[in-house]
């Protein structure tokens, strides 16, 4: 009876494991922020787009496939020429999903690396078409408008494939070596001409203010000449006193000089 309920037991067991593995291989998980396509052996790929949860399929004839629908990033460099033929090589920042309900048209015409085998390829197009519309200066000096212009456009292009872009911004912008030293020159030769600029007009100041300066110099002489002619020696014996008395009033400031009667000496304190 033992061996009878134990073999029945170890029966029991197995078809339940059999059992669970079967309904696990006929379980899946769609997790969120994600979409699933049914790919049936026998009917393709099945129009409908299975969401978030646990889902029930056939197991062997169908397979579901794994789709990422949240937004995500990706850096693609491109080397380009502008409309005055100069090298530009530009980094573009791409944050892009794809459109949930056209997953299985994706899948089924491009597949499931759909992002690498087409957003390279539209990027560098688009990118090379809208900066030839634009000279190396415009490029730096209008950069708001070719990133919304290469943004429009390749929106557009993207989404015939099924793809929506979040974000398109432009991350790196430069030239080639030869524009950057041409333009380095042209920024120093400007500088050496504000200089030289300056120089010249300091100079011109320095002139003015020399012959303004003479001119004071000739119109003071020419007073002081019209004025010993009128007045005689009286202006000049006038100055020797303003002189005597700036001299007297900057020697009694100073801690080193002694004033003695007249007529007497310094020790004895004695007329002479």
Known sequence: MAAKLFETIGKLGLGLAVAGGVANSALYNVDAGHRAVIFDRFRGVSDVVVGEGTHFLIPWVQKPIIFDCRSRPRNIPVITGSKDLQNVNITLRILFRPVANQLPRIFTSIGEDYDERVLPSITTEILKAVVARFDAGE????????????????TERASTFGLILDDV????????KEFTEAVEAKQVAQQ????????VEKAEQQKKAAIISAEGDSKAAELIANTLTTAGDGLIELRKLEAAEDIAYQLSRSRNITYLPSGQTTLLQLPQ
């Open 139 to 154: 490029l730096i000096t209008q950069r708001e408008l070719v990133s919304r212009q290469v943004s429009e456009d390749l």
């Open 169 to 176: 911004s432009l991350t790196h912008l430069t030239f080639g």
């Open 192 to 199: 050496e001409a504000e200089r030289a600029r300056f120089v």
